[in-house]
Nanobody
Framework: QVRVVESGGGLVQAGGSLRLSCVAS????????MGWFRQAPGKEREFVAA????????DYQDSVKGRFTISRDYAKSTMYLQMNNLKPEDTAVYYC???????????????WGQGTQVTVSS
C-alpha cells in the first residue's frame, strides 16, 4: 500500500506559477512510477507528467512541455510539479498517483490522492 497526499493548489492569474507537492508513504517507492493527472469539469482525467522514482525518467503531456517540471526528492519521499506560465485551460483538480511500470495511462496507477484544485484566471 502506498499513500499519497497532494498539496499546493490555489488560485493564480494567467502567466503565474504554482508548485504542487505530493508526499508518499508506505511501501518502498523505488519500484514505482509517480505521476500527476488532472481532471477539469466535464472532462476525463488526463495525464500530465510522470517520473520513475528510482531512475528519474520523466514524461510529459505535450501541452505542458516547457511549462511544467516534475521532480522528486528521494530523501523526503516527495514529488513536485512546478507549473509556470499557467493558462486558464490548466484549471483542473490535480491528482498525485503511484503505480508500477512507466505509463501515462491512469488505469496503470494503483494509488491515488484526494486531489488539489488549481484555478487559473484570465
Amino acid at each position: 500500500q502506498v499513500r499519497v497526499v497532494e498539496s499546493g493548489g490555489g488560485l493564480v492569474q494567467a502567466g503565474g506559477s504554482l508548485r504542487l507537492s505530493c508526499v508518499a508513504s508506505g511501501r518502498t517507492l523505488s519500484r514505482y512510477t509517480m505521476g500527476w493527472f488532472r481532471q477539469a469539469p466535464g472532462k476525463e482525467r488526463e495525464f500530465v507528467a510522470a517520473v520513475d522514482w528510482r531512475a528519474g525518467f520523466t514524461d510529459y503531456q505535450d501541452s505542458v512541455k516547457g511549462r511544467f517540471t516534475i521532480s522528486r526528492d528521494y530523501a523526503k519521499s516527495t514529488m513536485y510539479l512546478q507549473m509556470n506560465n499557467l493558462k486558464p485551460e490548466d484549471t483542473a483538480v490535480y491528482y498525485c498517483a503511484a503505480g508500477v511500470g512507466f505509463s501515462p495511462r491512469a488505469s496503470d496507477f494503483e494509488f491515488w490522492g484526494q486531489g488539489t484544485q488549481v484555478t487559473v484566471s484570465s
